[in-house]
């Protein structure tokens, strides 16, 4: 049996450069109004943040994470393993119960293992080979190396755990977190092609991956933790959509003190975490952020 923990929402900003105090709050509304430094001008800039409506939003009133009725993927230890336990639903899991078995032809590396479309995309151990393997027919249906990525504990996260390459599913697809010798270990983004797993498109972000707990993607923001053990936070996100990164400062509550795994399951807007042998889930909401300047 595996224990599970649903800490406090964790909210997060679709902005860039909010700063200063809240002036107002309204918690049944789900939206807040800051104030920021003044203008060269000398007028006020205020920033009003409100509930964001969109497909990669959720509405800012409180809600308890529902039970979640999917399917859940069990993959023991973080190197050379290959046995896959597929629980019927998130209570089977927690049971340890009700269960298939699958074998995967090659043994894995890390922690930054997905599942999507069916299918579960790993890397291979000892290499920088993706794999795709599909649960239905118990078959690999593609592999592909990623380019110049680091593999081998060369690249990790904080914490090790042969975490040199990170794949992740948000709204808009596939992605790939890793980092290579030629950016000099910086964090690079790729969309992959789910069927090809060739790369469609990178970005450098310019964060150092050894530096980073985890990592994890909403709606093409690639959001990166400072550290794996108490006391971390949402320290730096990069938007793909604009090349662009910005400093956060998000607490990210870490109960058990030690993250391995992090990532985001975009179907039910939640924060899957695997935090020192706890299943640790996260309600998400997101805010979009408008900006007005007025009269000081």
């Known amino acids: 049996m595996w224990p599970l923990t649903v800490p406090p929402p964790l909210l997060l900003l679709l902005c860039s450069g909010l700063a200063g105090q809240t002036l107002f709050q309204n918690p049944e509304e789900g939206w807040q109004l800051y104030t920021s430094a003044q203008a060269p001008d000398g007028k006020c800039i205020c920033t009003a943040v409100i509930p964001a409506q969109s497909t990669c939003s959720r509405d800012g009133r409180s809600r308890e994470l529902r039970q979640l009725m999917e399917k859940v993927w069990y993959m023991d230890g973080y190197y050379k393993g290959r046995r896959v336990l597929e629980f019927r639903t998130l209570g089977d899991f927690i049971k340890g119960q009700n269960f298939i078995q699958h074998l995967l032809p090659q043994p894995w590396a890390g922690t930054g293992h997905v599942v999507y479309n069916g299918s579960l ?30 593999y081998n504990n060369t690249f990790p996260y904080s914490w090790g755990g042969f975490s040199d390459m990170d794949f ?116 998400v909401t997101l805010f979009h952020v408008i900006s007005t300047s007025g009269d000081p």
């Open 121 to 150: 995309f790993y890397n291979k151990y000892q290499s920088n080979v993706v794999v795709k393997y599909h649960f239905r027919s118990r078959s690999v249906l593609v592999q592909r190396s990623l380019p110049g990525a680091g």
């Open 168 to 283: 992740m599913v948000d709204e808009s697809g596939l992605w790939a977190v890793y980092t290579t010798n030629q950016n000099a270990g910086n964090i690079v983004v790729s969309r992959l092609d789910p069927h090809t797993l060739e790369v469609m498109r990178s970005w450098d972000t310019g964060y150092p991956k050894r530096s980073a707990g985890e990592a994890f993607m909403i709606c093409g923001v690639l959001y990166v933790t400072n550290s794996h053990l108490a006391g971390a936070k949402v320290y730096f996100a990069y938007f793909t959509n604009t090349s662009s990164y910005e400093y956060t400062d998000v607490p990210f509550h870490n109960q058990y003190s030690h993250i391995s795994m992090l990532d985001y399951n975009p179907r039910e807007r939640a924060l899957y975490t695997w935090n020192n042998g706890h299943q640790v889930l996260y309600n």
